[in-house]
T-cell receptor, first 116, second 109 residues
Framework: GAVVSQHPSWVICKSGTSVKIECRSL??????MFWYRQFPKQSLMLMAT?????????EQGVEKDKFLINHASLTLSTLTVTSAHPEDSSFYIC????????????FGPGTRLTVL | RKEVEQDPGPFNVPEGATVAFNCTYS??????FFWYRQDCRKEPKLLMS???SGNEDGRFTAQLNRASQYISLLIRDSKLSDSATYLC??????????FGSGTQLTVLP
């Protein structure tokens, strides 16, 4: 099956620093990638939808200047949490949709961010 | 009102029991429905899609009731390895998945 990787799998950083998370589709081309955030004991909340070569579409309440998304190629999307604060600590998960598929999304293993 | 609602549980059941989860959705225009399984500190994994006619995969049966806007998941003969959080997910016309908050299941020996 299709594989999506994320890097890093976990990161601990100081408050005020920026953190970049990579999401890669390893064996397929992903025209669309989605970024989710999940706080403990809560559901996955969609942050933004990223289409290759165009600007990301952010969900209501998600600051686009704080969560920078770049989808420069069909196999890579990045999420940068700028000036991270403790309240940004969360589990960030990406998913990718195959170019030829209308419905199937494949999830990455997630990145656990802890901001001290 | 949340778009997708689930009973958070937890459900604690003995091995071999049958357990059922329900999930309701608010958008009547929703097009596709899914059940995901999420283990602790891991990403969600697709368990099964849910079709109008109902569908079964081994011990798992999923059903959709469009009139009442709910989907269900039935697990028969539960195993210890079934312990996880089960998330329902709904896709609307915008092609985005909206997840429920998940139902935690613990199968006890």
């Amino acid at each position: 099956g299709a594989v999506v990787s994320q890097h890093p799998s976990w990161v601990i950083c100081k408050s005020g620093t920026s953190v970049k998370i990579e999401c890669r589709s390893l064996d397929f081309q992903a025209t669309t990638m989605f970024w989710y955030r999940q706080f403990p004991k809560q559901s996955l909340m969609l942050m933004a939808t990223s289409n290759e070569g165009s600007k990301a579409t952010y969900e209501q309440g998600v600051e686009k200047d704080k969560f920078l998304i770049n989808h420069a190629s069909l196999t890579l999307s990045t999420l940068t949490v700028t000036s991270a604060h403790p309240e940004d600590s969360s589990f960030y998960i990406c998913s990718a949709k195959e170019r030829t598929s209308t419905d199937t999304q494949y999830f990455g293993p997630g990145t656990r961010l802890t901001v001290l | 009102r949340k778009e997708v609602e689930q009973d958070p549980g937890p459900f604690n059941v003995p091995e071999g029991a049958t357990v059922a989860f329900n999930c309701t959705y608010s958008n009547s225009a929703s097009q596709s429905f899914f059940w995901y399984r999420q283990d602790c500190r891991k990403e969600p994994k697709l368990l099964m899609s849910v079709y109008s006619s109902g569908n079964e995969d081994g011990r798992f049966t999923a059903q959709l009731n469009r009139a009442s806007q709910y989907i269900s998941l039935l697990i028969r003969d539960s195993k210890l390895s079934d312990s996880a959080t089960y998330l329902c997910a709904v896709r609307g016309s915008a092609r985005q998945l909206t997840f429920g908050s998940g139902t935690q299941l613990t199968v006890l020996p």
